[in-house]
């Protein structure tokens, strides 16, 4: 069923700090257009697009997600890209190629007018295949550089604890390689005490972890990882059961959302690819659930019920603190340097159609 957007939030600003490429064209449509009329369709402001050029082993993916993130920018004004590393090898020997170190990587995405830094490395997959620990010292000198510029990273840690659990673990999540209970995954405690490691040593990175950072049954450990380290921020970027547990114990979470309602953003998870109702739906979802105390139903969840935030707190999580954080509109990409951003990365995008469409838009629009 479809709404239009409640009374109560039509004078919210709204950004979607957690969108996705997929490919170049899909359902008929460039990416460059289905994110334009996402955010028009639904009056956002702006989008933020995370790219993961690592997506574990079934999926290849490279750094052309970055250099598409990076023309979208430059086509749309109200784009901001948020880039990942690339890893020549899996599990990754050290040391880096000198070119691909991960701070070599990092500069040189700001120089181009990136917004800041996705990481996916914190997903159990991504962690076991690359088999680097998060707080190894190898990425010592990028933590320090994202510190030092006060980067905004997009850190993607854990997965839902019933992905561990073989009782509870659907098939659809054991398809998608994500049953994390044998074959030498970390444990959830294991990923959270790395990255706390990291916070440790840079408590200054401006990090928001994605998906509520997966504590959304542990509200006190949520509560201590957000008043020991005040940079860091949680994206409310949906899995469903995270909205099973807000609505379960509406009071404390209400309470808990008003109280940190500096520290929370909007994101949706919806992917450039996807077909506009989809996309609809999901972002209605989250921000009604946040302005509205609605009943809605999300993926396997039944009886959700929103949070019925006041518009001035809803506004906050809505927008305005992605915006304190990112800069209030995107970084300007330039047409030479995203001509020279693109020709030094091709070198490392594999030879297929998505390459031919990069280097046959740089040859129409960029020379
Ligand atoms: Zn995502």
């Known amino acids: 069923m479809m709404h239009s957007t ?23 449509q460039n990416f460059i257009d289905s994110l334009r009329a996402y955010r028009e369709e639904n009056s956002l402001e702006a989008l933020g697009v995370v790219c993961i050029p690592y997506m574990g082993q079934k999926v290849k993916r490279d750094v052309s997600q970055n250099i598409m993130a990076a023309i979208l920018k430059w086509e749309d004004r109200n784009i901001y890209a948020f880039g ?30 990136f917004d800041g830094i996705k990481m996916l490395e914190g997903k159990p997959n991504a962690r076991r295949f690359l088999g680097l620990p998060l707080c190894s010292p190898a990425y ?13 990273i997009i850190w993607h ?19 998608a390689g994500w049953y994390y209970g044998g074959g030498g995954f970390l444990s959830r405690e294991a990923l959270y005490a790395e990255i706390l490691e990291v916070l440790r040593k840079f408590p200054l990175l401006k990090v928001t972890f994605a998906h509520f950072l997966f504590l959304e049954d542990d509200p006190e450990e949520a509560a201590r990882v957000l008043d020991e380290y005040p940079n860091v921020c949680f994206d409310l970027t949906p899995h469903w059961r995270m909205y099973v547990s807000f609505t379960n114990k509406h009071d404390l979470w209400r309470d808990f959302f008003n109280k940190y309602a500096d520290r929370l953003i909007l994101g949706t998870d919806n992917v450039s ?28 969840g039944q009886g959700l019920q929103g949070l019925n935030l006041d518009p001035d707190v809803a506004e906050k999580i809505c927008s305005k603190n992605f915006l304190n954080r990112c800069g209030q509109s995107p970084r300007s990409m330039d047409k030479m340097v995203l001509y ?14 998505l390459r031919d469409q990069i280097v046959r838009y740089v040859k129409e629009k960029l020379m």
């Open 273 to 300: 690819g996807y077909d506009p109702a989809r996309m609809k739906k999901q972002i209605d979802f989250v921000r009604r659930f946040i302005g509205t105390g609605d009943i809605m139903a999300l993926a396997g």
């Open 84 to 113: 990942g590393l690339v890893y020549p090898t899996e599990p990754v020997s050290l040391p880096f190629p000198e070119a691909l170190r991960p701070e070599r990587q990092a500069q040189v995405m700001l120089d181009a007018g």
């Open 157 to 175: 840690v854990a997965d839902p604890a019933q992905f561990w659990d073989p009782k509870q673990v659907s098939q659809q999540v054991i398809d």
């Open 340 to 353: 020279d951003y693109i020709n030094s990365m091709l070198p490392y995008v594999a030879a297929g159609e």
């Open 6 to 28: 409640p009374e109560a939030l039509k004078s919210v600003k709204i950004v979607d700090s957690h969108v996705h490429l997929s490919q170049w064209y899909e359902h008929g």
């Open 140 to 152: 010592d000198a990028y933590y320090a550089l994202l510190e030092r510029h006060r980067v905004h």
